[in-house]
């Protein structure tokens, strides 16, 4: 797997690796319950922001289970806004993506931008295959950001999950590789 170079510049951001200035940014959002709300644990302790934060700054992907996490930042405005994650699935070319933003960077589709950004880095110099995101079926805002970023609606898996003291149901989004270069030529 090749070196990624960052930063990578869109018309509106700059995604980057963490460092230990974000932390305070990042524990202000991750520690809201409305941010956790469709995030796998609970809303996050400044331990567990610690910890995040520090693993996301050392990074390495080079093997099947690695994250290549970003920092999102609008340019011209330095500071943490949320972040881009993709992580290298088992199988040949497979990853997953996932994205979260602070609450006052919603609502201007900062995270379809970073995300469409991170898709090209996935497709483009790590060479994957396919992409997917699963997300909670009442996650309308990750539901939405899929279909504008062109991405299937593949599965929906009825009661899939338990978490938050209810039953989930996962819907599955993915984009190939080719479908993703027709989409940005077109
Ligand atoms: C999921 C999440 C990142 C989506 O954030 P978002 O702000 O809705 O998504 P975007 O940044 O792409 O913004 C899209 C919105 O900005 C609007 N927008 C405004 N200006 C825009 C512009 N210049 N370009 C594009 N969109 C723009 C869009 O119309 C859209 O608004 P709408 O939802 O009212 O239609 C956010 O809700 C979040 O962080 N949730 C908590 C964490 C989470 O659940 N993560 C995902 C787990 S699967």
Redesign the pocket.
């Known amino acids: 797997m090749p070196d990624i170079a960052l930063p990578i510049h869109t018309d509106r951001l700059i995604l980057r690796r963490f460092d230990g200035h974000d932390l305070d940014a990042f524990h202000a959002y991750h520690s809201l319950p409305e941010?956790a709300?469709?995030?796998p644990g609970p809303a996050k302790s400044f331990t567990k922001s610690m910890e995040s934060v520090g693993k996301y700054a050392n990074f390495v992907f080079d093997k099947e289970g690695d994250w290549v996490c970003l920092a999102i930042e609008a340019t011209g405005s330095p500071g943490l806004v949320?972040e881009v994650v993709l992580k290298w699935l088992p199988g040949c070319g497979q990853a997953e993506i996932?994205?979260?933003?602070a609450p006052e960077a919603?609502?201007?589709?900062?995270?379809?931008e970073a995300a469409g950004a991170v898709l090209e880095l996935g497709f483009g110099e790590l060479g994957f295959h396919r992409i997917e995101?699963r997300?909670?079926a009442l996650?309308y805002?990750?539901a939405?950001?899929c279909e504008?970023l062109g991405m299937r609606l593949e599965a929906r898996h009825l009661d899939k999950w338990h978490y938050k003291g209810q039953w989930a149901t996962e819907l599955v989004y993915a984009i190939l590789v080719d479908e993703w270069r027709a989409r940005v030529a077109g």
């Open positions: 941010t709300r469709f995030l949320g996932g994205w979260t933003l919603r609502g201007k589709g900062y995270a379809t995101a997300l909670d996650n805002a990750s939405a950001m504008r």
